[in-house]
């Protein structure tokens, strides 16, 4: 066997490993970013739920006095700004 050819597969071999090890720690990082974003998306839409669900309770109602249609404004507590 020809001592540098062996020489040079050995040292190609070499450098796919680390080529494999920087690629497997980039997939590793890549797939936690992936499932972070995951996380953030969905409490994002909690958020915009609960924020949607808060303003349609905080709609003022239609209601009628003396039969005419009206807004009806809930009562402020003292702490309300």
């Known amino acids: ?3 540098e050819l062996l020489e040079r597969i050995t040292a ?3 450098e796919l490993d680390e ?3 920087q690629l497997a720690k980039q997939l590793t990082e ?3 970013e992936r ?3 995951a996380v953030a998306e969905r409490g994002l839409e909690r958020m915009s739920e ?3 669900d808060e303003r349609a309770s ?3 109602t239609p209601g009628q006095v003396g039969g005419r249609a009206v807004i009806l404004i809930p009562h402020r507590t ?3 700004e």
């Open 1 to 3: 066997m020809d001592p």
């Open 12 to 14: 190609r071999r070499a």
């Open 19 to 21: 080529l494999e090890e």
């Open 30 to 32: 890549v797939r936690a």
């Open 35 to 37: 499932d972070e974003l």
């Open 50 to 52: 609960q924020l949607a």
């Open 58 to 60: 905080a709609a003022p």
């Open 78 to 80: 003292p702490d309300a």
